[in-house]
């Protein structure tokens, strides 16, 4: 088992404003987060069914970790390990602003 996770509960970017990075930017920032605060790994889950999400996240190097089951649909849980000396710090990673 990996150590301390920040869990990433949702990320949704309404249908208007996909493909333009923000998913991104956002993950970004969930990672500098981890990284300054020591935290050891991220976990979320994505939909089975949802590509977009499935590709972001292997592309930026999670690992499926598993499977769940809620209302009836599966979702991949993804994990990743974080390097907390790493400097991955954009603007307000260390604000309480989130």
Do not use: W
């Amino acid at each position: 088992m990996l150590g301390t996770p920040l869990v990433v509960y949702r990320l949704t970017i309404h249908p208007s404003y996909q493909r333009r990075g923000l998913a991104t930017c956002l993950m970004d920032f969930a990672e500098a987060v981890a990284s300054s605060r020591s935290y050891d790994v991220i976990r979320l889950d994505a939909f089975t069914r949802n590509p977009g999400a499935l590709a972001l996240y292997e592309n930026r190097g999670y690992r499926k970790a598993g499977m769940v089951r809620f209302r009836e649909r599966e979702f991949f849980c993804f994990e990743k390990q974080i390097d907390p000396k790493a400097d991955r710090r954009p603007e307000q990673a260390d604000s309480d602003v989130y």
